[in-house]
Nanobody, 124 residues
Framework: QVQLAESGGGSVQTGGSLRLSCAIS????????MAWFRQAPGKEREAVARIASDGVISYIESVKGRFTISRDNAKNTLYLQMDSMKPEDTAMYYC??????????????????WGQGTPVTVSS
C-alpha cells in the first residue's frame, strides 16, 4: 500500500512563503505522476501543480510564477514551494500519486493515492 504524508502547512501573511513536503512510502515513486491539490471550503478540489515521471511540470494559472513543484527521487519526497502567497491560496493541501503508467492529467479521480492533507492559511 502506497502511503503519503504531507508536512509544512501553517499560517502566513500575504506575501509570505511556505514549503510543503510529501513523503511517499514507495520504492517506485520516481515512476509516478505526482501532484499537489488544494481544496478550500465550499470549493472543488483542484490540481495546483503536477510533475510527471519524466519531469514535465504543469501549474494552474493562478499560481504560475509563485509556486514551484519539485521532486527528490532519492528521498521519495515531493515538494511545493509557495511564494508571494495570497489569501486565495488558503486551503487544505494534499499530495497525490497516480498508478504507474498513467498519464499526468489533472483530474483528481485518476489519482489513486492521497495524503491526509495539511492546512494552509494566508491572512491579509
Amino acid at each position: 500500500q502506497v502511503q503519503l504524508a504531507e508536512s509544512g502547512g501553517g499560517s502566513v501573511q500575504t506575501g509570505g512563503s511556505l514549503r510543503l513536503s510529501c513523503a511517499i512510502s514507495d520504492s517506485t515513486y520516481s515512476r509516478r505522476c505526482m501532484a499537489w491539490f488544494r481544496q478550500a471550503p465550499g470549493k472543488e478540489r483542484e490540481a495546483v501543480a503536477r510533475i510527471a515521471s519524466d519531469g514535465v511540470i504543469s501549474y494552474i494559472e493562478s499560481v504560475k510564477g509563485r509556486f514551484t513543484i519539485s521532486r527528490d527521487n532519492a528521498k521519495n519526497t515531493l515538494y511545493l514551494q509557495m511564494d508571494s502567497m495570497k489569501p486565495e491560496d488558503t486551503a487544505m493541501y494534499y499530495c497525490a500519486a497516480k498508478r504507474i503508467g498513467y498519464s499526468c492529467s489533472s483530474s483528481p479521480v485518476a489519482f489513486a493515492y492521497w495524503g491526509q492533507g495539511t492546512p494552509v492559511t494566508v491572512s491579509s
